[in-house]
């Protein structure tokens, strides 16, 4: 074997997932989900699965409730308003939904109210639009892109702003009181229910045409997992009175992985050159805002190494992708796996997109391979990672229907289109669980999972709220 044939071997190996590692991960997640359960002081660290409650409890969906709900989404500059009629009969329902985009002079100020009150404008237009009855009050679900230390259904402190906010006063407050107020101030028949959770929604959201689904993951730029658990698993809820039903809990499960996932030197330099070091190693090495950059310094090794035969033209080095950090974007591995024959669609993206000289057959597919590579492992891992899921479950009879089986619903770009990616995590969850189990599994990909999803959290709200009634 020749040095180049050593180098490719090496590499290959390193992204390589064995059976031993498997089992490892499976066992290290289920131990981090029973820590983060029994966790009652959430300021400590702990686990690393926040395994924060929903506080969405009582019966599952059935796909047979009905009703018109709203839900709000705020998602970095956009703004998403949402109107759900449910119909029932297995499921039925019709979509309403408008973009707004917040202009520039609304993300930061000294009064987080002239935000909300452009909110409020929104939802004042969309219902317009839609023509919702004024003398009814519809119930809503909101989903922000702010940090919410959530304490009931209806309840969430704002901790922390994100993407380009910034309102000092807004720290400390409780969400839907700052939301509800201002609507009730601009004559909006709306009234805030619940806060939802992005893993929270694509469950339900699956849920209600699929009553049988039980676990909701979003695999997208960022990653996460909600999943339906006994409250007398929970260790705030342990001595409570509704400890008999369950609860869907937020994984969180972004930040998994420092002692229990197989990373590369390839992931080491990710990771130390990340702007959050670390942290975040299970979404670093599997989620679409990483998996590009991972193998973009891949090939750059493999033409430091001279095992790739393009270079890079010296007049075209400021315009070069892969001489960029984060540059060579995880949708350019889609084409180059999908692509066949003589990988014209491979050489587009090297030579046109990435600036890089005239590459060779054998070039192209050394970069198929590495694409292959790094998405073959990413899918494993995800897979992994959701039979963990599962087999915590059934080892706690939660969730495995009989008759309806279990279902499992995925949302997010990367999982969506992503070649073979579908596959490949259902052959990696059905390979770690036992037979019987993984022929009663089933796994939908979800669409409009986010803002659809918090509809149906604002129905579960509402009928929480009507069980409450009645027993009180």
């Known amino acids: 074997m020749n040095t ?3 180098i490719l071997a090496r590499v290959e190996s390193v992204f390589q997932v064995t059976d031993q590692q498997l089992d490892k991960l499976v066992l290290g997640f289920n131990e981090e989900m029973k820590t983060g359960l029994n966790n009652t002081n959430r ?4 686990s690393e699965l926040k395994m924060i409650p929903s506080y969405v409890t009582g019966s599952y969906p059935t796909g047979n409730e009905k009703g018109t709900y709203l839900a709000l989404e705020i998602s970095g500059v956009d703004i998403y308003v949402c109107q759900v009629k449910l119909k029932g009969e297995g499921g039925k329902l019709a979509i309403n939904q408008y973009q707004y985009k917040i202009p520039d002079n609304l993300t930061a100020g000294h009064d987080i109210e002239v935000l909300i009150d452009y909110v409020a404008d929104c939802v004042a237009d969309f219902q317009q639009r839609v023509g919702t009855h004024k003398q009814i009050i519809y119930s809503m679900a909101i989903s922000i892109g702010f940090a919410v230390l959530q304490t009931s ?7 922390a702003l994100e993407h380009g906010f910034e309102f000092p006063n807004v720290i400390g407050c409780d969400a839907v009181d700052l939301f509800d107020k201002r609507f009730r101030a601009k004559g909006l028949a709306v009234k805030i229910v619940a806060i939802a959770n992005d893993g929270v929604c694509t469950l339900l959201a699956h849920a209600y045409q699929h009553p049988s689904t039980r676990i909701g993951v979003i695999h997208s730029a960022g990653t996460n997992c909600a999943y339906y658990d006994k409250m007398s698993n929970i260790g705030q809820f342990k001595n409570e009175e509704q400890q008999g039903h ?4 937020n994984t ?6 420092s002692k229990h996932l197989p990373r590369t030197e390839f992931d080491d330099n990710l ?3 990340s702007n959050n070091p670390g942290i ?6 599997t989620t679409g805002m990483y998996l590009g950059e991972i193998t973009r310094q891949v090939l750059v090794y493999l033409m430091d190494q001279k095992v790739l035969s393009f270079e890079v033209d010296q007049e075209e080095e400021e315009e070069c992708l892969l001489l960029m950090p984060y540059q060579f974007d995880t949708s350019y591995m889609y084409v180059c796996e999908a692509d066949k024959d003589d990988l014209e669609d491979t050489r587009l993206v090297l030579e046109d997109m990435c600036r890089v000289t005239e590459t060779t057959l054998e070039d192209r597919k050394i970069v198929k391979k590495v694409c292959e590579l790094v998405g073959h492992r990413a899918a494993l891992l995800l897979g992994a990672s959701i039979a963990s899921v599962v087999k915590y479950m059934v080892n706690y009879g939660i969730g495995l229907d009989e008759n309806q089986g279990f279902a499992i619903a995925i949302s997010g770009d990367v999982y969506k289109d992503y070649p073979s990616f579908h596959p490949r995590v259902c052959e990696a969850i059905k390979g770690l669980i036992p037979e019987e189990v993984a022929s009663k599994l089933s796994v939908g990909i979800v669409q409009h999972s986010r803002i659809v999803g918090a509809a ?13 009634t009645i027993m009180s």
């Not at 149906?456 to 409450?468: C, G, H, L, N």
Request: charged letters at 25%; glycine letters at 6%.
């Open 456 to 468: 149906i959290v604002a129905m579960m709200a509402e009928k929480m709220d009507q069980q409450d």
């Open 4 to 6: 180049k044939q050593q």
């Open 252 to 257: 969180e499960w972004c930040n998994f992985g």
């Open 153 to 159: 259904l209806n309840r969430g402190i704002i901790i």
């Open 280 to 285: 975040h190693h299970f979404e670093k090495m």
């Open 43 to 46: 300021a400590t660290k702990g």
């Open 246 to 249: 369950d609860m869907i809990i």
């Open 271 to 273: 990771d130390l050159q």
